[in-house]
């Protein structure tokens, strides 16, 4: 059974880096591409990015620039970077096996919060 | 890249059929079968439900059901039953190679 667990602070402040891991087990990293995936207080499900297994990325448009995805393989994990976070980018961010172009399983998700 | 629409609410009683759509265009929708479903209760992580327009992972009901035709897909829930209270995305795949998720919408069981 697939499982993931993200994990990072709860709090950032405003033009630092938020930086986030999500820990795979029951699978490996190498087999399939995994996504992150966030949702602000109260509104809908926004798509960050995609790695692929082997490291290729694919990036939101209006965040590209500020967002980098990586995977590493020895520790069967992928992280999230995001430079220069705003209030805008408070939410609960999740991470999520990319399937048959559908996102299962997810991670319980972390919530972030951008304040000094 | 835009938001696929979707309508903010729907309802039905128990037992009734109610079908939410997600609207997108040519580069999302309209360009791939990787359209895909969740469910998502209060306070948990997002559910797959539905994935390439119109398959269900194993355990999910077959009270739940997609399609799609040109830039719109839609998800059917059949026999409507008070766990099914929740709200619904849609997301798709897209010609930029990223995927792009729905509005949302909230379906009430009366």
Redesign the interface.
């Known amino acids: 059974q697939v499982q993931l667990q993200e994990t990072g602070p709860g709090l950032v402040k405003p033009s630092e880096t938020l930086s986030l891991t999500c820990t795979v087990s029951g699978t490996s990293v190498s087999n399939y591409h995994w996504?992150w995936?966030r949702q602000p207080p109260g509104k809908?499900?926004?798509?960050i990015g995609?790695v692929y297994g082997r490291g290729k990325t694919?990036?939101?448009?209006s965040l590209k620039g500020r967002v980098t995805i990586s995977v590493d393989t020895s520790k069967n994990q992928f992280s999230l970077n995001l430079r220069s976070v705003t209030a805008a980018d408070t939410a609960v961010y999740?991470c999520a096996r990319d399937?048959?172009?559908?996102?299962?399983?997810?991670?319980?998700?972390t919530l972030v919060a951008v304040s000094s | 890249q835009s938001a696929l629409t979707q309508p903010p609410s729907v309802s039905g009683s128990p037992g009734q059929s109610v079908t939410i759509s997600c609207t997108g265009a040519s580069s999302d929708v309209g360009s791939y079968n990787h359209v895909s479903w969740y469910q998502q209760s209060p306070g948990t992580a997002p559910k797959l439900i539905i994935y390439e327009v119109s398959s269900r992972p194993s355990g999910v009901p077959d009270r739940f059901s997609g399609s799609k035709s040109g830039n719109t897909a839609s998800l059917t829930i059949s026999g409507l039953q008070a766990e099914d209270e929740a709200h619904y995305y849609c997301t798709s795949f897209t010609t930029s190679t990223t995927y792009v998720f729905g509005t949302g919408t909230k379906v009430t069981v009366l």
């Open positions: 996504a995936i809908g499900l926004d798509w995609l694919s990036y939101k448009p999740y399937w048959s172009w559908g996102f299962g399983p997810w991670g319980q998700g």
